[in-house]
């Protein structure tokens, strides 16, 4: 499989202007284990739970920045793209307009339930629903972990990044990403995959973040991969390997270590809620004048395969009628 397979495109001036990956939506029927996983393992905070029963998890000042919702299978329900206000909210709209984009705003109940000003949501050419917003809730000084730690690297970085498997990379995907959504391609290069297999990942950035999203095409599966979380201190991401090696029902499924194209030191474990966790610290910052590279590994050392096989929210497409 091509690492990469048509030619980088530039952005248009049509492309929305997103700052970062501002919040994730899960769907889930152990919503509810969230409430001491978030918080045991990381340390992530918790806010009030939605009026259903939704679990809103806090890296920072903002309301929230994680939403695990109740449903009746482990999926991801959206990823929400951060504007930097109102005037870059009307011209995004415009410019989804511009590229024949269908797009629906977000009901005042919804917006609430998002703790944003206001929210346009839309789905890519891999069905996967995108929303971008403005606006989102938050009071000053009022985060604390929930255990003692340094931490997250959030604010205007964002949650992270987040990884989701598509049957093939198309063009149209590369057009969503480059030129709907603006990113720029951070790296396309051959990784092993959790079945033993080779992919070629494509990795996108937003901002200073080495990348906030990517798709790897995986011939007849589709669904949510990873969420990556990354702490300000090396020291809790130690304390929570160690964490997650004490408990049987938190596996592994790839051990500590660094990828080449990214200074970050993590790990991998699966959630409660069937998708796998990237957690690390360490993280690169890029500046505007990053020249792209390819590794000649993909990792310097670590990241070894404990748990083979996709993560269960990974599933195999039905095929063509």
């Not at 206001?118 to 809730?137: N, S, W």
């Not at 890029?286 to 990974?314: M, R």
């Amino acid at each position: 499989m091509s690492a990469v397979t048509t030619a980088i495109r530039v952005p248009r001036e049509l492309a929305v202007k997103i700052t970062s990956l501002g919040y994730l939506g899960f769907r889930s029927p152990l919503h509810k284990e969230w409430e001491s996983f978030g918080p045991e393992v990381f340390g992530l905070g918790l806010a009030e739970p939605g009026s259903d029963g939704t679990v809103y998890l806090r890296m920072d000042d903002r309301h929230h920045r994680v939403a695990v919702h109740p449903g009746d299978q482990d999926e991801l329900a959206y990823l929400g793209w951060e504007l930097t206000g109102k005037a870059a909210f009307v011209e995004a709209c415009a410019e989804l307009e511009g590229h024949g984009v269908d797009f629906r705003l977000g009901s005042p109940q919804e917006c609430q339930e998002r703790k944003v000003a206001a929210f346009a949501q839309f789905v890519d050419p891999a069905d996967f629903t995108h929303e971008i917003f403005y606006g989102q809730v938050f009071t000053a000084g009022s985060f604390q972990t929930a255990k003692p730690s340094a931490g997250f690297v959030a604010d205007h970085h964002g949650v992270g990044h987040c990884v989701v498997v598509v049957p093939e990379f198309t063009d149209e995907l590369e057009h969503f990403a480059t030129e709907v959504l603006g990113f720029q391609l951070f790296a396309g290069y051959l990784a092993p995959t959790p079945d033993g297999k080779l992919a070629g990942p494509q990795f996108y950035r937003c901002n200073p973040r080495t990348h906030c999203f990517a798709y790897i095409a995986i011939p007849g599966m589709r669904g949510m991969q990873h969420w990556c979380l990354e702490a300000n201190s090396l020291d809790d991401v130690g304390k929570a390997y160690d964490i997650v090696q004490s408990r049987e029902d938190i596996p592994i499924t790839m051990s500590l270590g660094r990828h080449m194209m990214d200074s970050l030191v993590s790990f991998y474990l699966r959630t409660p809620t069937g998708f796998d966790m990237e957690f690390g610290a360490g993280g690169d910052a890029l500046s505007d004048d990053y020249v792209q590279l390819s590794p000649s590994s993909p990792e310097v050392w670590g990241h070894k395969f404990v748990t083979q096989g996709w993560a269960p929210t990974v599933r195999p497409v039905a095929p063509p009628t």
